[in-house]
């Protein structure tokens, strides 16, 4: 009888088969490491991982020899049982086992819990589950890389050895999926910006990102279309102070529950906080005069630079800093114009991520164990989202316990060209900051009233969006967003006036042009317009000044032949307009 086909498009399915993949790799390290202590090893995103406590330091080569004793237990096909044991009896079986992580686990287990193994031939391991059925419904196996971890993830525990891998049902959607992770590491946000000159990152500012000359006309392209999309849609721009007084950080809350996320100083003696959000400065903003009920909505819209502490260990390049600037709007509004607001927001998001071509899917964050407000407000806040994002008819998940401690939200995961997601926009309803700075409209009965507050975002983090950028397009930007959209390059010395002539003529149609006019030899000088990544490149010699014509290359589409000037001159621009991408 055929085997059942593994239906790896189901969450729950990959789960199974990812975990039980963390074991094999487990039993495999004990098998060549007897003495090696298990830690944990979870399924992840795309992979799997288990944290392991020796002294031997596990190498590249290492790696090989663990996937060859693991493709040895698949091919062995052990069934894989359950069993459970009482509290006692399970920590005397992992301390004879010489396991004390699983017995440090088992010990912090409230009264009470089920505790449970999983056995595969003589090996057993502490685990909640589930598995898969046997060893052998793995298929595909390979193991990436290895890291240290602290234990729990703390950093004054003692520091394991994480080895990190992957596994699918088959060798084709294995090998698609490492030819992605190579793919990958060509787009690397870092190694692009490095090459294309746009940022910089430096041991005196770890975590503070220096924007150079070309990555700022690249980021003051995103602002000013940002700009221009917001006074379209009604929103008005303020910008908040950096550093404001604790008392401010407790009205809002963050002083309870954001306290470790932030950076401290005194001033006057005084105790101050750099602001890690924007949103309690826009109360006060909203704050500073009375409303008529007829104001609003108000939508205050904000470019707001904020610190967070961030470990060392999580930074990384663009998309994990301590400074950043958020694209931040909050919405006060009548508790009847809820609902048309998200939907404005919910289209406004649309609109952006449609014209840089992502796809993306929703989550909705309910309230989380931490945080601020009565049930009642809760289940009217997400009742609301609920009922926007389902007339919107948009499909969306629910995301337990991950809302701010303020209210729930709608979060954006964005897909690149990689099929990777990322989580950008995002809507947070929130009736608690209104109340506790005390927010008041006049109502049309003349009696002062409550508004409600949205907060969002859409790029999330400008310097995050960017880096997300380089990757989706490789460093070859829609023309509009290009800090370099022409290059003109000349055969010879003899063309340099005509090239002049030539580059003249695309600066005044308000394109962005690089010369290179040096007396290197022709394919030289592509080669490095071609490692820029300049969407056009335009070649300038005998043929050309004759024709006054230049012969075009694109990044994206290859040889253009040649073009007259003025004609090339007018598609640009068009193409700059039309933000194609």
């Known amino acids: 009888m055929a085997k059942a086909k593994i239906d790896f498009s189901s969450d729950d399915v990959r789960h199974r088969y990812r975990h039980t993949s963390s074991h094999i790799l487990a039993q495999a390290v004990k098998k060549i490491w007897p003495e090696a202590k298990l830690a944990i090893g979870p399924a992840i995103d795309n992979g799997f991982y288990y944290d392991i406590d020796m002294e031997h330091r596990i190498t590249e080569q290492d790696l090989l020899k663990i996937q060859k004793e693991m493709k040895k237990i698949i091919q ?10 009482p509290r006692e009896e399970a920590i005397e079986f992992e301390r004879k086992s010489g396991e004390d992580y699983k017995v440090e686990l088992i010990e912090d287990l409230p009264d009470g819990e089920v505790i449970s193994f999983y056995k595969q031939g003589d090996f057993v391991d502490l685990c909640a589950g589930p598995h898969m059925d046997s060893t052998g419904q793995i298929k595909a196996i390979k193991l990436t890389s290895v890291a240290g971890a602290y234990w729990r993830g703390n950093e004054k525990n003692k520091m394991l050895q994480r080895i990190y891998g992957t596994s699918f049902p088959s060798q084709a959607e294995l090998d698609e999926h490492l030819a992605k ?20 990152l430096y041991d005196e500012g770890p975590g503070f990102p220096f924007f150079m000359p070309k990555g700022m006309i690249l980021r003051n392209q995103l602002e000013n279309f940002w700009r221009e999309e917001h006074a379209k849609r009604g929103y008005e721009e303020i910008k908040t102070p950096l550093i404001l007084n604790e008392q401010l950080w407790r009205t809002s809350g963050h002083w309870d529950h954001y306290k470790d996320n932030m950076y401290f100083t005194k001033i006057d003696d005084e105790d101050y906080a750099i ?24 939508r205050l819209a904000e470019m707001g630079q904020v610190h967070r502490h961030e470990l060392s260990g999580a930074l990384h390049g663009l998309m994990r800093v301590r400074t950043f600037t958020q694209d931040d709007a909050h919405i006060f509004m009548l508790p009847e114009q809820v609902k048309d607001e998200i939907l404005g927001v919910v289209n406004f998001i649309d609109d952006v991520y449609t014209l840089f071509g992502f796809k993306y899917h929703v989550e909705l964050s309910t309230r989380p164990e931490d945080s601020m407000g009565t049930d009642e407000e809760w289940d009217m806040a997400e009742n609301a989202l609920k009922e926007a994002i389902d007339a919107k008819g948009i499909p969306y998940l629910i995301n337990e316990g991950d809302g701010a401690f303020y209210g729930p939200k709608l979060d954006f995961h964005l897909e690149d060209s990689l099929g990777r997601t990322w989580q950008c926009g995002t809507i947070q309803l929130d009736m608690q900051m209104p109340q506790r700075f005390d927010l008041t409209y006049v109502g049309s009965d003349n009696k002062k009233h409550r508004p409600v507050m949205i907060h969002r975002v859409i790029f999330g983090s400008i310097e995050r969006f960017i880096g997300i950028l380089i990757e989706h397009f490789a460093g070859k930007f829609p023309l509009w967003l290009a800090p370099v959209q022409v290059k003109v390059l000349t055969v010879a010395e003899a063309f340099t006036d005509y090239a002049e002539d030539v580059s003249s003529k695309l600066d005044e149609a308000g394109l962005r042009v690089e010369k290179d006019f040096r007396n290197e030899k022709i394919g030289y000088k592509l080669r490095e317009a071609r490692n ?28 253009l032949g040649e073009m007259k000037v003025d004609a090339l001159c007018q598609k640009l621009a068009a193409e700059v307009a039309n933000k194609d991408i």
């Open 532 to 559: 820029q990544r300049v969407n056009y490149i335009l070649i300038i010699g005998e043929r050309e000044k004759d024709s006054n014509t230049a012969t075009v290359r694109s990044a994206k589409l290859g040889e």
């Open 181 to 200: 992770i190579e793919e990958a590491k060509k787009r690397d946000h870092r190694k692009i910006g490095r090459e294309m000159d746009l940022f910089a």
């Open 76 to 85: 062995a096909n052990y069934p894989i049982e359950r069993f459970e044991l």
């Open 275 to 298: 602001k890690p959000m924007n949103c309690p400065g826009s109360m006060l903003a909203y704050k500073r005069k009375m409303h008529s009920y007829r104001d609003l909505p108000i």
